[in-house]
Nanobody
């Protein structure tokens, strides 16, 4: 069982930066692939970024490549999402997720076993 708690969201202006954190409970964190998803009002939840359990590989939605960076610190049981050059269209609730499954289906929400409660990111013009 893994519990995930996101933090770091807020209200910022276009062009600003934020760093989201996702703290995980449990001793097996270092064995889980991790992902970040987001859901804007009236839209379906979408994949944003993923990272292999070892941190050796990362994956991104095309529209955030070069602006967002996912990383993890297994010693701290935490995964991060650095958001730079934020745009109004990045406004959403951001969720982190953990996968204990075999495979590398980072973009699929059903690849993940555990989800956090989300943190709101609002980007104003």
């Amino acid at each position: 069982q893994v519990q995930l708690v996101e933090s770091g969201g807020g209200l910022v202006q276009a062009g600003d930066s934020l760093r989201l954190s996702c703290a995980a409970s449990g001793r097996a964190f270092s064995t889980y692939d991790m992902g970040w998803f987001r859901q804007a009002p009236g839209k379906e939840r979408e994949f944003v970024a993923g990272i292999r359990w070892s941190g050796s590989s990362t994956y991104y939605k095309d529209s955030v490549k070069g602006r967002f960076t996912i990383s993890r610190d297994n010693a701290k049981n935490t995964v991060y999402l650095q958001l730079n050059s934020l745009k109004p269209e990045d406004t959403a609730v951001y969720y982190c997720a953990a996968s204990g499954r075999l495979g590398a289906y980072y973009e699929r929400s059903d690849y993940y076993n555990y989800w956090g409660q989300g943190t709101q990111v609002t980007v104003s013009t």
